[in-house]
């Protein structure tokens, strides 16, 4: 995906871009490439960004260490303001309280728009923060039973001599 223009977006008809989406975006490792459908809308002051997208993730299993496959889907929108101070380094203190209503996307309005960077970072967030293959996961299963045997690595050999030398 090229970047949008944000001036040239502003001449376009009903000045809005339509982008339909079937590719690999960098970063993203999917089994297939990312599907869907991406409107960047023009409304003077601000850009409204709708995207309907999907595609197939393979994660591993916080539980068992199990690959398995997540189809991963976003139906999301954003306003991102346009902002002349948006392209220029803070020179603010370092530290400082930032009030909520600041906490908002901003981009110069004669800058451009990143459809894919944009895409990429709405895919990651619709992440699974726990992944799990399944609900009812147990996890890794132990072979043996506890205290059945002495381990077998010998370097926890100094740390069982030292053990028995205690006094229980």
Same mark, same amino acid.
């Given at each position: +995906?090229?970047? $949008?223009?944000?001036?040239?977006?502003?001449?376009?008809?009903?000045?809005?871009?339509? $982008? @339909?989406? @079937?590719?690999? *975006?960098?970063?993203?490792?999917?089994? +297939?490439?990312?599907?869907? /459908?991406?409107?960047?809308?023009?409304?003077?002051?601000?850009?409204?960004?709708?995207?309907?997208?999907?595609?197939?993730?393979?994660?591993?299993?916080?539980?068992?260490?199990?690959?398995?496959?997540?189809?991963?889907?976003?139906?999301? &929108?954003?306003? *991102?303001?346009?902002?002349?101070?948006?392209?220029?380094?803070?020179?603010?203190?370092?530290?400082?309280?930032?009030?909520?209503?600041?906490?908002?996307?901003?981009?110069?309005?004669?800058?451009?728009?990143?459809?894919?960077?944009?895409?990429?970072?709405?895919?990651?967030?619709?992440?699974?923060?726990?992944?799990?293959?399944?609900?009812?996961?147990?996890?890794?299963?132990?072979?043996?039973?506890?205290?059945?045997?002495?381990? &077998?690595?010998? /370097?926890?050999?100094?740390?069982?001599?030292?053990? /028995?030398?205690?006094?229980?």
């Amino acid at each position: +995906m090229k970047a $949008i223009y944000i001036p040239q977006l502003a001449k376009a008809p009903e000045q809005t871009e339509v $982008i @339909q989406v @079937q590719e690999f *975006i960098p970063g993203l490792e999917t089994l +297939m490439p990312v599907r869907g /459908r991406l409107v960047v809308k023009h409304q003077g002051n601000y850009l409204e960004v709708f995207a309907q997208a999907e595609a197939i993730v393979t994660l591993t299993c916080d539980r068992c260490l199990q690959q398995y496959n997540h189809r991963l889907s976003v139906n999301t &929108s954003e306003l *991102i303001w346009l902002e002349e101070a948006a392209g220029q380094p803070d020179a603010g203190p370092l530290e400082r309280e930032t009030p909520l209503e600041e906490l908002v996307e901003l981009l110069p309005p004669e800058g451009y728009f990143q459809p894919d960077g944009w895409l990429y970072e709405q895919l990651c967030l619709a992440l699974p923060l726990q992944q799990l293959c399944d609900n009812e996961c147990a996890g890794v299963t132990l072979t043996g039973t506890e205290g059945s045997q002495p381990s &077998s690595d010998k /370097r926890w050999g100094a740390l069982e001599a030292l053990k /028995r030398q205690l006094p229980s």
